[in-house]
């Protein structure tokens, strides 16, 4: 780091993405990226015409976007703002909501970016952990005197909290705002954001990522009552006012519209997802209930770390995390069905090496 660098920067830790390699071809099982391309009416929207409207601005509230976002799920314009990724939706509400001592409380293993968002913008935290079979303990977060973010259903486990538990959060505090991460909730088939309209004080983030299949064009949302989307909107138009370029907005607009292709996509996931839960119990793996496009799963023969990369020499990527709780855990993205062909095949070469020394 350069001598330049402000000194509460100097110790923070930043957010470490998935491997994107690029010395081999792997099987990426490894960033919950979805194993299927964008809606084709998505893709025919990239013209040359599209292409030469670049020299212009985009449109700085990505209006159609929103149009398409709030029609989608029976909601006003005012109720939605478009982001870059629902990474920059938390980002704007921890900046919105947090600025001035408050504090915020999430579950001790869940998604990453909290608390890298915590320590960066130097707020606060309460972390609740997990019980023992990795559900989140609602109660503690009724109890807690911070505002809250969950993933739901929560990162890496993939195990969701019903929307009757949601609600409970929300209800019984209303001083404070429940922030949903809902990255992952098209493959579990339920939402937060009917709550909106009840609650002032729940927020719901959303990414096109996962189920939409446009992790690279980086499209998320905050849904929220037409207050907290002022609210975003002001941090928004002070950090990043153009912050949807053009081409993305028309790829998210056309993803959005394809009911059709969507649910196919998504219907395809869970099928394999629930067939590879299946198939690595059959050889012995503890794998946790998940509602999400992925699996987390551990054996008792093998230490994560050791699978993840024993995986990796064979060609295939999944994630292993380096923290005590669940280090004996990999986390397996769901790709289509040869993939996940591929990978028990490797699975069980592995295994069979292990029971061989």
């Not at 212009?56 to 799920?73: E, T």
């Not at 990724?85 to 001592?101: H, K, N, P, T």
């Not at 987390?296 to 020499?313: N, V």
């Amino acid at each position: 780091m350069s001598r330049f660098l402000s000194e509460k920067y100097i110790s923070l830790k930043p957010y470490v993405p998935g491997e994107q390699p690029g010395d081999k071809r792997y099987i990426k099982l490894n960033t919950n990226e979805s194993p299927y391309p964008p809606s084709p009416k998505a893709i025919q929207i990239v013209t040359q015409g599209a292409a030469e409207g670049l020299k212009l601005y985009s449109d700085p509230v990505a209006r159609k976007l929103r149009k398409a976002i709030s029609s989608y799920y029976g909601l006003d314009e005012s109720e939605v703002v478009a982001t870059n990724g629902s990474d920059e939706a938390l980002c704007f509400a921890f900046m919105a909501y947090l600025g001035s001592g408050e504090g915020i409380a999430f579950p001790d293993i869940s998604y990453g970016f909290y608390k890298v968002l915590r320590d960066f913008l130097g707020v606060r935290s309460e972390v609740i952990p997990l019980k023992e079979d990795f559900t989140i303990d609602v109660e503690a977060f009724c109890k807690t005197p911070y505002h809250v973010v969950i993933a739901n259903p929560n990162a890496p486990t993939g195990i969701p909290l019903s929307l009757e538990e949601v609600e409970r959060i929300v209800a019984t505090n209303p001083a404070r705002l429940v922030i949903i991460d809902e990255a992952y909730t098209d493959f579990w088939g339920k939402t937060s954001i009917p709550l909106i309209k009840k609650y002032d004080n729940l927020l719901v983030v959303q990414t096109f990522s996962k189920s939409r299949s446009l992790a690279g064009a980086r499209i998320g949302f905050a849904a929220g009552n037409r207050e907290l989307m002022r609210d975003i909107d002001r941090v928004r138009d002070c950090v990043n006012p153009y912050n949807i370029n053009t081409l993305s907005e028309m790829l998210g607009v056309a993803a959005i519209e394809d009911t059709e292709y969507f649910s196919e996509c998504v219907a395809k996931t869970v099928a394999e997802r629930d067939r590879t839960a299946k198939r690595l119990t059959d050889i012995g793996f503890e794998v946790l209930p998940s509602a999400a496009n992925f699996l987390f799963a551990r054996h008792k023969d093998i230490g994560g770390k050791q699978m993840y990369l024993s995986l990796k020499e064979e060609g295939v990527l999944v994630r292993h995390f380096d923290v005590e709780r669940i280090k004996d855990f990999a986390r397996i993205s769901i790709g289509n069905s040869e993939e996940m062909n591929v990978f028990m095949v490797k699975t069980l070469k592995i295994l069979e090496g292990v029971k061989k020394k």
